[in-house]
């Protein structure tokens, strides 16, 4: 199966924009990259997903290298809300895409 | 859209007793997932249904979980004879799965705010 790497952790000061990167070097060619994040007690939420282009939406954007072996999920302009664990996961299959597959993910820190 | 639903949020239990969570899905999705997410690590995929049917289990689901999905709507885990080892937060997850001309569309999970399982 598809794995990801990501950093443990990162900070970024309040209106500032985060770039969180994703290592997928053995990604094939028909799995999605998904990000999600987990707010302290709840589930996980949906931010964005792609195949091969850069998509924007409300939340973020996703940017993919050429090769699809990484990827970086930006926020454009933390803000106290966005303290979350961000997970970067692969589809792992072509039928069941909800069966998706956590990592440890990036808890991203926002200080004012 | 009232979002996904889980109940209880909070269950404590002594070990060997049989525990039953329930799940109640955005109304329209017809498919639901089981995942359970321990301290520190991110959630790991249980189960899932498609409408009433479940069509996959992982191997962590042992012979002492049970997920249920009656006419298609709410769904059930249960665990008989916990374990402290059971101890987690047990989540539930639900999505429109839509395919045409054999292209998967909407990749989107909405999920519950889970049920903490402690075994004593």
């Known amino acids: 199966d598809a794995k990801t790497t990501q950093p443990n952790s990162m900070e970024s000061n309040e209106e500032e924009p985060v770039h969180l990167p994703c290592n997928h070097s053995?990604?094939?060619?028909?799995?999605?990259i998904h990000w999600y994040r987990q707010l302290p007690s709840q589930g996980p939420e949906y931010v964005i997903h792609g195949l091969t282009s850069n998509v924007n939406n409300r939340m973020a954007s996703l940017a993919i290298a050429e090769d699809r072996k990484s990827s970086t999920l930006i926020l454009h302009r933390a803000t106290l809300r966005d303290a979350a664990v961000y997970y970067c996961?692969?589809?792992?299959?072509?039928?069941?895409?909800?069966?998706?597959?956590f990592g440890a993910g990036t808890q991203v820190v926002v200080t004012p | 859209d009232t979002g996904v639903s889980q109940d209880p949020r909070h269950k404590i239990t002594k070990r060997g007793q049989n525990v039953t969570f329930r799940c109640d899905p955005i109304?329209?999705?017809?498919?639901l997932y089981w995942y359970r997410q321990t301290l520190g690590q991110g959630p790991e995929f249980l189960t899932y249904?498609?409408?009433?049917?479940?069509?996959?289990k992982s191997r962590l689901l042992s012979d002492r979980f049970s997920a249920e999905r009656p006419k298609g709507s709410f769904s059930t885990l249960e665990i008989q004879r916990t374990e402290q080892g059971d101890s987690a937060m047990y989540l539930c997850?639900?999505?429109?799965?839509?395919?045409?001309?054999?292209?998967?569309?909407?990749?989107?999970?909405?999920f519950g705010s889970g049920t903490q399982l402690s075994v004593l």
């Open positions: 249904f498609q409408n009433e049917a479940q069509l996959e």
């Open positions: 109304s329209e999705h017809n498919r």
């Open positions: 053995t990604i094939s060619g028909t799995d999605y």
């Open positions: 996961i692969l589809s792992v299959t072509t039928d069941s895409w909800g069966k998706l597959q």
């Open positions: 997850a639900s999505s429109l799965a839509r395919v045409y001309n054999e292209i998967r569309t909407n990749e989107k999970l909405f």
